[in-house]
């Protein structure tokens, strides 16, 4: 039999694990929802948000989930994977802050549409609820412009295999960088996907 592993020795996005209890502050975030939903709402807002889904950005800058005292256990643990990435990625020792955070939701059939976090270092992905069959994180292949020297399967484009799906469930934290193109499945399942994003900026001064 003929084994083939794939091997990627400059990974550019990883997985961890952390309990964010949501039962214990859904409530909380579906008030936040609730709020942005009325912000979105009254001035006609256009998100990334597709078929349903709401975004807390249109009020992250004044009350950042990352800054809710539910959240102060989780800082110190997201930063100390941050630090592990930036010399992975041997990036240059400089000041790191947390710029910005929000939340997403996707009922039935909502999802986020391609998008990428311009200026970034690292985006991170917290997937606080996902219900089974809601759908998956999809990035981008960020090598796409040189796959148009390649043959490519007539149906590849119409088929979407410049997306790679990767695999979440509840308490999932992904890593990436900010330039990665990327998206959500729709969720297909009756129960909402809640997910937290965040962004990490570095800093020489």
């Avoid at 999809?138 to 410049?162: A, H, S, T, V, W």
């Avoid at 790679?164 to 959500?184: S, Y």
Wanted: aromatic fraction near 16%.
């Amino acid at each position: 039999m003929r084994y083939l592993d794939p091997i990627n020795p400059f990974p550019y996005i990883y997985k961890s694990h952390y309990d964010f209890k949501f039962d214990t502050i859904k409530n909380k975030v579906d008030e936040f929802i609730g709020h942005a939903h009325d912000e979105i709402e009254s001035r006609k807002l256009d998100t990334l948000e597709k078929d349903g889904g709401i975004t807390t950005v249109p009020v992250c800058r004044t009350t950042p989930p990352h800054t809710w005292d539910e959240f102060d256990d989780f800082k110190p643990w997201l930063f100390d994977q941050i630090n592990d990435i930036w010399n992975r990625w041997n990036l240059q020792p400089m000041n790191k802050h947390l710029s910005e955070s929000w939340i997403n939701m996707h009922p039935y059939g909502a999802y986020t549409a391609e998008h990428h976090h311009q200026n970034v270092t690292v985006a991170v992905a917290a997937y606080l609820n996902v219900p089974e069959n809601s759908g998956r994180f999809m990035i981008k292949n960020p090598l796409q412009i040189y796959k148009l020297g390649e043959p490519l399967d007539y149906y590849y484009y119409d088929n979407e295999k410049e997306w790679m799906p990767i695999e979440v469930k509840t308490n999932d934290v992904l890593f990436f960088p900010g330039w990665l193109a990327h998206k959500t499945e729709r969720n297909l399942s009756d129960g909402y996907r809640y997910v937290m994003s965040l962004n990490i900026m570095g800093s020489y001064v």
